[in-house]
């Protein structure tokens, strides 16, 4: 799929060029648990990092099918708001 960047979408995902889709936190909040590995096949609703804020564990999901390329960020790591988490192609 050839898409481009969708810089003003509220949903957090982002379609590159390249056909890799990347998942953004959309809360800032310290990564509780990451749910896949790298290699990992996902659909669409599967959750692939839980998020805890404010004592609440807010799953983030995947918003497309897909193949897990990279993960960005390590469990008990701090986040903020648009940083992304997982790269999925």
Same mark, same amino acid.
């Given at each position: 799929?050839?898409?481009?960047?969708?810089?003003?979408?509220?949903?957090?995902?982002?379609?590159?060029?390249?056909?890799?889709?990347?998942?953004?936190?959309?809360?800032? +909040?310290? %990564?509780?648990? !990451?749910?896949?590995?790298? &290699?990992?096949? #996902?659909?669409? *609703? @599967?959750?692939? /990092?839980? =998020? $805890?804020?404010?004592?609440?564990?807010?799953?983030?999901?995947?918003?497309?099918? +897909?193949? %897990?390329?990279? !993960?960005?960020?390590?469990? &008990?790591?701090? #986040?903020?708001? *648009? @940083?992304?988490? /997982?790269? =999925? $192609?």
């Amino acid at each position: 799929m050839t898409t481009a960047r969708w810089a003003e979408e509220s949903t957090p995902r982002q379609w590159l060029l390249s056909g890799a889709m990347e998942i953004e936190a959309h809360i800032t +909040g310290n %990564v509780w648990k !990451i749910e896949v590995a790298v &290699g990992d096949t #996902v659909g669409d *609703g @599967d959750t692939v /990092v839980i =998020l $805890e804020s404010m004592k609440m564990e807010i799953p983030v999901e995947a918003e497309d099918d +897909g193949t %897990v390329k990279e !993960i960005r960020c390590e469990e &008990g790591q701090a #986040v903020s708001e *648009g @940083d992304v988490l /997982v790269v =999925l $192609e």
